[in-house]
């Protein structure tokens, strides 16, 4: 089975407060992807990252970053001197190649002037 | 530019009368999703189109079907909607797999807020 763990519930920063919003996967796939979305308070989910499992590497995008790491079936996100604008819930998401995306609870972020 | 879109964003509907959420797509994804959200709940997937082919998810109930007259269409339907429906409905769409078992993300649109009185 499939699951997707983010522990956090709720995460409260000042602006230009570094963040990191963590994720726990589980699959006994060997195959997989894993995704970012982030969901501001008009509704629509917006994409933001998609790594599989071959790719260990971390990427960095302006203000965000991603830590894929398989040994902790972890992919971590931060967000580097947040601003306001980042306020959202963060959805990670596991789909193991059959059309289905399991998503995490979420992480709302407030930011904070 | 390349989008989803649905329409309404807002609807409001009476309890027991059947309600259609619509969806369309500019991105020419040939697998389109609908899923449902409710409040700070993460989306429950309720079916996908891969192609003209509906995939149904189990535990939906049988309230809920849809339709896909083409690649760029589709459409919710609830048949008799009750309060517990009331939820923001998701459309979603994606790049098949290939043949290599790639995946691809899933882009949405902006939801239909659903309020049943």
């Known amino acids: 089975a499939q699951k997707v763990t983010q522990a956090q519930t709720e995460i409260s920063v000042v602006e230009k407060e570094d963040v990191t919003l963590d994720c726990v996967y589980e699959t006994r796939d060997t195959t997989y992807y894993l995704f970012w979305y982030k969901q501001p308070p008009s509704g629509e989910l917006v994409f933001l990252i998609r790594r599989n499992s071959f790719d260990e590497q971390n990427e960095i995008s302006g203000r965000y970053s991603w830590n894929f790491q398989k040994s902790t079936s972890s992919f971590n996100f931060t967000i580097t001197a947040s601003q306001v604008v980042d306020s959202a819930v963060y959805f990670c998401?596991?789909?193991?190649?059959?059309?289905?995306?399991?998503f995490g609870t979420g992480t709302r972020l407030l930011v904070s002037p | 530019d390349a989008m989803v879109i649905q329409n309404p964003r807002y609807q409001v509907t009476q309890f027991g009368k059947p309600v259609t959420l619509s969806c369309s797509q500019t991105?020419?994804?040939?697998?389109m999703y609908w899923y449902q959200q409710k409040s700070s709940q993460a989306p429950k997937l309720l079916f996908h189109y891969y192609d003209k082919d509906f995939n149904n998810e189990a535990d939906t109930p049988d309230n809920f079907q849809s339709r896909r007259p083409n690649t760029s269409f589709c459409f919710l339907d609830i048949r008799s909607p009750g309060l517990g429906d009331a939820a923001m409905y998701l459309c979603?769409?994606?790049?098949?797999?290939?043949?290599?078992?790639?995946?691809?993300?899933?882009?949405f649109g902006p939801g239909t807020r659903l309020t049943v009185t």
């Open positions: 979603a769409t994606s790049r098949d797999l290939t043949s290599g078992g790639s995946s691809y993300e899933q882009y």
């Open positions: 991105l020419n994804h040939n697998v």
């Open positions: 998401a596991l789909n193991t190649g059959f059309q289905k995306l399991v």
